[in-house]
């Protein structure tokens, strides 16, 4: 006969099959779902992460040289940061201004020459109305200004004096890897006009945020792709060049060995002497000229016109010859060491 199950052994039972449906019911937790930053094809980067890593190291130094600068024009505790540098085109830098934004427009000259597009700076109005009216003597924390606010003709005066301050560093940053030279050139009130550089042009902004005292405003400078192309060509030749000199350097012996069949012009110089022109005319076959040296003195050989060695005349092999005795150039610095 089967065993009879008890009241608690039925319950256990009947618990055990209420679990197993419940965990084959359970839904299962979704993953989460990997996010792809979208890329548009259209455009392109165009500069590498050590491009703008580059960059980012050159405006750091910036952001300290002009954080001393509005220190000493204002009187005034600051802090300038780069918050973010971005590459996109032209036409959404421009679509971002405001009418009433005011551009400055900066000419860089390389040294190569070449005819590259300027270089833009821009202040937030809020930020550049503190820095008008602190230069006047106020406390330069009015916080009406809105974005769209309208310069009056001195405020641009001021504004120009400002900013060429901001501009000048520019050319002190980039000296560590080329040598150029960032020129104030004009104010622009109208951004929707200004045609210096095309609408579709890859330009990089590089995003500063400046505080100044309790206040805090964004600048933006805006580099043109074709202007930084040319600088990078421009740094990476100079960095070839400097590669190739210290190959250069290492191979002394395979320059020279590409110059030993040089022919060089060697002559021996028995002397020295200064006749008058009556003297020259009534020369004659078996005239003696004085050389003014004693006879057994040494003789100097040049190369190449330039003087380089003693020597002793003499015959060799039936012929006339010079048998060098010292440097000439050793000489003259052993007098030079005992001048000084």
Sequence with gaps: MADVLSQSQIDALLNSMQNAESDKKAPEPEKPKQEYRKYDFYSPKKYTKDKLKMLRSIYDNYSRIATSQINGLFRLVSEVEVVGIEEQRYYEFGNALNETDVLTVAEVDLPDNSTNPPVLFHIAPTLMTAMIDRMLGGLGFDRTIDISYTYTDIELALYEKIIKYLVAINTDVWGAHITLKTEFE????????????SVDETVVIIMLNIMLGDLSGTMNICIPGTLLSNIFDIID??????????????????????????????????????????????????????????????????????????????????????????????????KEDVAV
């Design 237 to 334: 030749k100079t960095k070839h060049i400097a590669k190739k000199g210290e190959h250069t350097k290492s191979n002394r012996e395979e320059i020279m060995d590409s110059i030993r069949e040089s022919s060089m012009d060697v002559m021996a110089q028995l002397g020295v002497a200064k006749l008058n022109l009556d003297d020259v005319y009534n020369l004659h076959v078996g005239d003696v000229i004085d050389l003014n040296k004693p006879q057994d003195s040494l003789v100097s050989l040049f190369i190449e016109g330039q003087p380089w060695f003693n020597g002793q005349l003499g015959v060799h092999n039936k012929n006339v010859a010079v048998k060098i005795e010292d440097r000439i150039l050793e000489n003259i610095e052993n």
């Design 186 to 197: 004009h104010i622009e009130e109208n951004p929707s006009m200004f045609q210096g550089i």
